[in-house]
């Protein structure tokens, strides 16, 4: 039993943080009074009071309270008790390096395989995947693992972002990286465009929102995936 | 004494591999009949051999003869011998993952302090600094440590890339990232922009190429820096 939202984005372009979200959140966290909000990620290197005031507010919104996992003296114990966890974008690197180095990361995968309903935008989604290693983060420190929840039988990679065909940038776009990721990986990747995400129900994960996702597998090329396929139809 | 080319690309927009850089090249490896090419960052997943392929192709229009680091039995020992050395570009996770493997890091660091020339491009030029924490790429595999070459006192950041006013994408800029880097770690970063070299000569490192580059530290705002800047004079 699963129960998660993982979303390729907290904000979208000229929209308010995690608006575009609080209607499904609201149907999500109908039985949750207190959410457990997860700021290892840091994004900008913002404290995690600030980061958890962020959270907050927009969840005050819906009528949810919401308390920072720092807050815990004891932060295995705020995840084995929680209700409901959100889990903040930021640095994927620090997230990671923190769920090990608090030892949160068990517990966190414990708790959710019990059905905990769960929110992980960007980094907190990206922990979600078999690994970390299609994050799009900058490695700024040094975790001492890269495996992560393997909640979905894959990796994710979230702000997917095509091609620029206009770009004299000579970069790798994200489609090259990927598949330099599968010369050394074999569980397939889905590219999660911002204002997608993932409705992860028992067994099933269902494309949501109005955008395409991309699906890459190490022995094809990639394909289009539509809004509202059972992802598990693709990993046979 | 070192003496080094780090440079941001190994090929500008609508040009050919090295073009930009040859007549640099060419001066850079008078003294140099041979060059030892590590083609371990293996850029989209090619062989070692075809890799070292486009290296030797770009060498051979200046009259230099190209050997893959692979193609030795004893990596150590292609090092130790090298009358010169380049690093192409590719993916930093995996380059670094295979100087440690194979233990060729130290070897480098050392051979490279004789003052042996080399030439370094993106991810051959991203290990010349303190660490590889500046890296723009996919963690993809999973290396020993961060920790590199340290042949300039401070962090490279190769094709570093303006904020686009444009992009109503929502990740992060690269001088975002490179702000989140310095909340834990201590030594500046360069952003090098496409076109943009660092010549070090002995204790001197110029800036090189047409574009001014980007100076973070952890307590001033970002700077540009022009070319011909020495950039020992920053780090005072």
Chains 1, 2 share one sequence.
Not at 80 to 99: D, P, Y
Not at 119 to 143: E, F, H, K, Q, R
Not at 202 to 213: F, R, S, Y
Request: glycine residues 8%; aromatic residues 8%; proline residues 6%.
């Amino acid at each position: 039993m699963r129960n998660l939202i993982i979303a390729s984005t907290s904000t979208l372009h000229q929209g308010d943080y995690l608006d575009y979200l609080l209607p499904e959140l609201k149907n999500h966290f109908a039985s949750t009074e207190t959410i457990v909000f997860i700021p290892y990620a840091r994004p900008g290197g913002i404290s995690h009071d600030a980061y958890t005031e962020k959270a907050r507010q927009a969840f005050n919104t819906i009528g949810k309270k919401i308390i920072g996992l720092h807050e815990f003296t004891n932060p295995i114990e705020g995840i084995q008790k929680a209700e409901g966890i959100f889990t903040g974008g930021g640095n994927t690197f620090l997230l990671v390096s923190e769920l090990y180095r608090t030892k949160v990361i068990d517990a966190l995968e414990e708790k959710l395989k019990t059905g905990t309903p769960y929110l992980g935008t960007s980094a907190g989604s990206n922990i979600c995947g078999l690994t970390m290693g299609t994050t799009n983060d900058m490695p700024i420190v040094y975790p001492p693992s890269f495996r992560t929840l393997g909640m979905v039988p894959f990796n994710i990679n979230p702000h997917y972002l095509d091609p620029d065909t206009n770009s004299t940038h000579m970069g790798e776009t994200r489609e090259t990286r990927i598949n330099e990721f599968h010369q050394f990986n074999p569980q397939p990747v889905i590219g999660l465009r911002e204002g997608s995400w993932l409705n992860v129900k028992g067994d099933k994960i269902i494309l949501k929102g109005n955008l395409k996702a991309r699906w890459f597998t190490t022995n094809r090329p990639a394909i289009e995936v539509d809004p509202e396929t059972e992802i598990n139809t693709l990993l046979t």
